[in-house]
């Protein structure tokens, strides 16, 4: 079993780099090519298509990997259910999609991007991927996951060469995401078998399906919500587009925070089980330094390189983008300690309950705060929603776990990472401007800013720091050996 989970792990970890890298490389591209508003509309109407997917599929797919994995030694067991989820997703998704074309495919000024967007809902159909998860099968997700995005990226070059591409650009999207679905049941004569219909039972997935899509509809509702309520309340895809490649910028540094979370939350459920609280508090205590290790220079050196980054990476026309990324990278810092007591603890302790109900606590705030500050501040209104509605969920749940978990181990060893971000970010602000040229100053600044930051840390002799270093010295010694 460690074997696994060394290899599921190690797949996870090649996915996530790459998941980083690919869109360095096209996102500065399509900025280009597309401009300000085709980015917009491709990102409003993906966040209405989203809803009917999210609706349509209930909590199949967490329901789905979770009985798959209780019958991993059950061909027979895990056949019927596999058919029996499958077959129930289809139908409710088929549901979805007739509601989707009658209410935004068939009329109005988008409807061909919406019927473009239909073969995205037929690939999430077809889509099997929690079942080769259940099997703890990540070798062929993963592999399936970085063939059709490094297939989009190709396409994305020879294809899309002007503004008038965008069709072509989300029909990209889909057809390779259908693709990669398709080729997903090539694999299952290896893992189930064929079953009569007339000895499934469909109903029985019902309830289930539905007590896990609350939680589910909760948490992925409110990440598209921004988008479809800066497009619906000002009219302006233009603003749609600056606050996507805003977030676009700030998911891709989380990435490399809530990695984290992929190898400490099966730890944690693990050692729940057998009862050992004192070493779930160290390493939840383990977690929040690494959070606050890399949230505050990174929060520090967005703002810092942001004016410097923003026409660099996104091209001409994007200027407002630099002041959405000031306003929203405290977003790093949020989710990266939501991560740890929402993803890591309370999920893995079985509290899911209470992760749901900080979750909608954080999407209602989201929700008021977009309505106010949307029609005042336009895209930068919505980074402020944003901001407010994951500390909202940071405090709501903190204050939930404050018996359960040592508090002070959320913030006691905060303040060395807190002022090493501001001298890096003084000196860094310093070096904005040292030459004409923008690249050399941003070159400047990312390098010197990383530098101070760590060499500072080592001044204020950092445990967890000289922890870690020690670690892979360590381990850098013993393969020399």
Request: aromatic share 14%.
């Amino acid at each position: 079993m460690k074997k696994s989970i060394l290899k599921n792990y190690i797949y996870n970890l090649i996915y996530q780099i790459i998941v980083i890298i690919l869109p360095l490389i096209t996102t500065p591209y399509l900025s280009r090519v597309l401009g300000a508003e085709n980015i917009g509309t491709y990102s409003y109407t993906l966040s209405i298509v989203t809803y009917f997917i999210l609706f349509g599929s209930l909590g199949v797919a967490m329901y789905g990997q979770r009985e798959i994995a209780y019958s991993q030694n059950d061909k027979k067991g895990r056949s019927q259910k596999f058919w029996e989820i499958v077959i129930f997703r289809m139908i409710t998704l088929m549901i979805s999609i007739i509601i989707f074309y009658f209410t935004y495919a068939s009329r109005g000024e988008y409807k061909v991007y919406y019927q473009i967007f239909l073969l995205e809902i037929i690939a999430n159909m077809l889509d099997i991927s929690w079942f080769f998860q259940g099997m703890e099968d990540f070798k062929k997700t993963v592999g399936r996951n970085l063939i059709i995005r490094i297939l989009s990226v190709i396409l994305i070059f020879l294809l899309i060469k002007d503004q008038n591409d965008l069709a072509m650009y989300i029909l990209i999207y889909v057809l390779t995401t259908f693709i990669g679905n398709i080729s997903l049941w090539f694999y299952l004569p290896k893992y189930i078998q064929k079953l009569s219909l007339k000895h499934l039972n469909l109903k029985q997935h019902i309830k289930p399906t539905i007590s896990l899509f609350i939680p589910q509809i909760a948490t992925q509702v409110y990440s598209v919500l921004d988008r479809t309520m800066i497009g619906s309340i000002l009219g302006d895809m233009s603003e749609v587009g600056y606050y996507e490649q805003g977030q676009k910028i700030t998911k891709l540094t989380l990435a490399i925070i809530t990695a984290l979370g992929t190898v400490v939350a099966p730890r944690i459920a693990n050692i729940y089980i057998e009862g050992k609280k004192e070493e779930i508090n160290h390493y939840l205590k383990r977690s929040f330094n690494f959070v606050w290790l890399l949230a505050c220079p990174m929060i520090a050196g967005l703002i810092a390189i942001a004016t410097n980054f923003v026409p660099i990476f996104f091209g001409e026309g994007y200027d407002k983008v630099a002041t959405i990324l000031c306003v929203i990278s405290p977003l790093v810092l949020a989710i990266g300690l939501n991560n740890v007591t929402g993803v890591q603890y309370l999920i893995q302790v079985k509290k899911q309950k209470i992760y749901t109900i900080t979750v909608i606590i954080g999407a209602v705030t989201n929700v008021i705060f977009n309505f106010i500050l949307i029609n005042i501040f336009k895209s930068v209104g919505a980074a402020i929603a944003s901001v407010l509605a994951e500390t909202a969920i940071l405090i709501a749940q903190l204050i939930f776990v404050r018996k359960e978990i040592n508090i002070s181990n959320v913030y006691k060893d905060a303040w060395k990472y807190i002022f090493s971000s501001i001298i890096m970010f003084i000196i860094t602000i310093l070096l904005k401007n040292i030459t004409n040229n923008q690249l050399y100053n941003l070159v400047l600044q990312m390098g010197v800013g990383v530098c101070i930051y760590f060499g500072m840390l080592i001044i204020l002799k950092d445990k967890f720091l000289k922890e870690f270093i020690d670690r892979f010295l360590g381990k850098l010694n013993l393969k020399k050996a």
